[in-house]
């Protein structure tokens, strides 16, 4: 029996990695088929910052698994669903200001790490930095989620849509643009199967069995949904504070470097952190809850302590105004 459950959870999981890997390789053969040399390189560069990513979500995701897999999906249907909704605008906070950041700096980042002749791959980096803006409808959470409340033959399925989109769009758009089709294609194939996973978390709860793999697996709905409301502040906070990070840049005489990079990204950071809680994507609860999730690890906390005391003080501020 426990052999039985093994396979029902693992299977699904190593049938998604197997299409996740799939698609990757049909990825490079079209663009060997349809893209210069020139703008291989320049796309494989980019690529390569798909690493830098995954290391800020990293941490995030990491936590997320156990504390979603210690909840019982049937008496603690509630908490999951606000355990969700919580992760989703956490990782929001952090993933959107990042992913617009990438965006600002990205002829920073490019040429500083492989030199001014990679000039496409700015550009290839501005968009695929535009995926991680569908973390505001649960990109990066949806999988853990599911994962963790041993939902995975919805991840499989997810696997095949976003294969099934990707297979026949990529070749197409690649065709009329280049690797910017590519990515295009990657993004409305990634913003395909996470809709449809919200669908699947979000309806309201029923238990159906179905067969994987010869293996009975139950399938629940959580009636969770991604908060799109905050979602939409997180976002104009971070376009707002990217504003006069631009202009900055323009007025910069040094041009393209380390100076673009640290002073640019101190404003933009501050910036971000002044307009998150003045806009209402950041609230004292919120606060409190990330002091304790980051309260475990004792340097992470000393570092973030300013940024969080600077939270609560324009929270503060703010519902005095309000009030």
Known sequence: MELRELLGYGLPLYLASILGGFLTQYQNIVLAHLASNVEIGNF????????????????????MFPMFSKMDPKSQKSDLARGFVLAVKYTSLLMIPASIGVMVFSRDFIYLTYGSGYALAPQYLVLLSALYLLTAISYLVLWNFLNGVAETGTVVKMSVLTLAVYLPLSPLLAWLWGPYGLLVAYILSNAASTVYGIRQVSEGFEESSSTLYGIRQTSVRFDARPDLR????????????????????QLD???????????????YVCVYLTLAPILGAVEKQDILNLRTLVGGTRIVSTVVKPVFDYESMLVSAVRRDRS
């Open 253 to 267: 005489g040094a041009g393209v470097g380390v100076v673009n990079l640290v002073v640019g990204g101190l404003l």
């Open 44 to 63: 494989g560069a980019t690529w390569n910052f798909t690493a830098f990513m995954t290391i800020l979500t990293y941490p995030i995701t990491t936590a």
């Open 230 to 249: 905050v979602g939409g502040k997180i976002l104009l906070a971070a376009l707002a504070a990217a504003t006069p990070t631009i202009v900055l840049i």
